[in-house]
């Protein structure tokens, strides 16, 4: 029995590494780091856009809680717009208010007396609480009666509306508080 060593390089099988597998084997490898880091870039990414939109989120319901707020100064600048106008009005338009003031008290009877006057050139309207004092026999409801009927009979005022009244004493006589709203022509009103 012999045993036979063969100690001679010889082509043939031999167990080796094919450069195009480690080749692709790389490019797989790369494309999994880079999968890897856009994941996680994209992650860091949705995490900032997520603190943004909590950040105006926490804005948004500040802001919603002045709407109030701004409403109200909103009806505010309004009002203060209106009133103003109306003294804009009021200097440019001296004629048509003191005739209305002539008119007023023109037909009001000796027996009442205005306390407050509002003149609103928008709705074209006018106003105004008084007392009506008893003296002699006139009574304070027939003393405003009359008045409202003068203001009917008026060429400048029109359809008297009596807000209210309320029984009151007005040095020791029996008096009656009272507000009406009339409406008022504005040219008949501005004539001279």
């Given at each position: ?31 999994i780091a ?14 900032l856009r ?122 020791g006589r ?19």
């Amino acid at each position: 029995m012999t045993i036979k060593v063969d100690l001679l390089d010889r082509p043939g099988k031999r167990m080796g590494f094919d450069p195009v597998i480690i080749f692709l084997v790389l490019i797989v490898i790369v494309f999994i780091a880079f999968f890897i880091y856009w994941g996680k870039h994209y992650d860091d990414q949705m995490s900032l856009r997520k603190d943004e939109i909590n950040k105006y989120d926490q804005k948004i319901r500040a802001l919603e809680s002045k709407i109030p707020d701004i409403q109200k100064q909103e009806k505010e600048n309004q009002a203060l717009e209106e009133q103003i106008n109306a003294i804009k009005q009021l200097v440019f338009d001296p004629i048509r208010y003191r005739n209305l003031l002539d008119e007023i008290a023109y037909i009001m009877p000796n027996t009442i007396f205005i306390q407050n006057l509002n003149i609103e050139p928008g709705n074209q309207t006018l106003q105004f609480g008084g007392l009506a004092v008893e003296i002699g026999e006139e009574t304070p409801l027939n003393s405003i009666s009359k008045f409202m009927e003068a203001i009917r009979n008026s060429p400048i005022l029109d359809t008297p509306n009596l807000a209210s009244t309320s029984r009151t004493q007005y040095e020791g006589r029996t008096a009656f508080g009272f507000a009406i709203e009339v409406k008022y022509k504005p040219d008949a009103a501005a004539k001279q």
